[in-house]
């Protein structure tokens, strides 16, 4: 990771951590808290073969593979020009187990993948297309808006994609809960594990993340809620909280286990 990459004179290089650069559009959707938490939300499998679904510049795949949380992970982006970043990203942080299909995810069969897979992780749209300011950019209006698919059709791909007992775990808005459960039923995900961030302990649940099982039967753990920041002594500046802190400095939740062997 000591080369210096080219960059066109709309993209930018940023340090994820000590482990991950990544290249960015300065006008694209870039990397967020979302993502972060999405890849820290998946539990370390180290026989899993994974697909990201709407891998943008490839930041949750990178995290994944990154801290060994799938064996093999294939990252599936509509857009090409954002599927070409997440190879120039693969390549320059020196990864071999992450592959980039350009594809629209409601075309998405076991068959173009070659199996069926053992995780799905996904970041989908989470604005309806009618929904907030048009973006100036089309690839961040296509990233943020149910443009080229919908929450169900991102359910119904992990559904199609996914071995019986396989996991999908979704970041998304707590406002479009009932649709992203009835998405989830209707392709045989079960919901099985449910976190609700906050900013702060004063905040409403700004978003949840949640990990189905395909063909599992009903028993979901809401587990206790996430808050990101706290004051300093009574100041109007934040800091992250200690919860917050280690999920960000281990990418991963509090008491996961590693699973190993067949999913």
């Known amino acids: 990771m000591t080369n210096l990459p080219t960059l066109a004179d709309d993209e930018r290089l940023d340090e994820v951590n000590e ?135 991102f359910c119904a791909a992990a559904g199609r994609i996914l071995k019986h007992g396989g996991r999908f775990v979704v970041v998304w808005r707590p406002d479009r809960l009932s649709e992203l459960f009835a998405a989830l039923l209707e392709a045989r995900l079960e919901p099985k594990r449910m976190t609700f961030v906050h900013a702060d302990t004063e905040a409403e649940p700004c978003m949840i993340l949640l990990e189905a099982i395909k063909g599992g039967a009903p028993s979901m753990r809401i587990s206790p809620p996430l808050f990101l920041y706290q004051p300093i002594n009574g100041q109007s500046k934040r800091i992250l909280t200690p919860e917050a802190q280690k999920i960000y400095d281990e990418c991963c939740f509090p008491n996961e286990t590693r699973q190993g062997g067949k999913q």
Do not use: W
């Not at 006008?27 to 990201?52: C, I, K």
């Not at 009618?130 to 209006?141: F, Q, S, T, W």
């Open 19 to 153: 482990q991950i650069r990544l290249i960015q559009k300065k006008q694209g959707l870039t990397f967020g808290t979302d993502a972060f938490l999405l890849a820290a939300y998946v539990r370390p499998s180290t026989n899993a073969v994974a697909v990201e679904l709407g891998g943008g510049t490839g930041i949750v795949s990178l995290l994944l593979a990154s801290k060994k949380k799938a064996k093999r992970i294939t990252a599936i982006e509509i857009q090409p020009v954002y599927a070409e970043l997440i190879e120039r990203n693969t390549a320059l942080n020196g990864f071999s187990n992450i592959d980039t299909l350009c594809e629209n995810v409601c075309n998405l069969t076991p068959t173009m993948l070659g199996h069926e897979v053992d995780l799905v992780v996904s970041n989908p749209p989470y604005m309806k297309c009618n929904a907030g300011k048009r973006n100036d950019a089309d690839e961040k209006y296509i990233a943020r808006h149910e443009v080229c698919g919908r929450i169900a059709d």
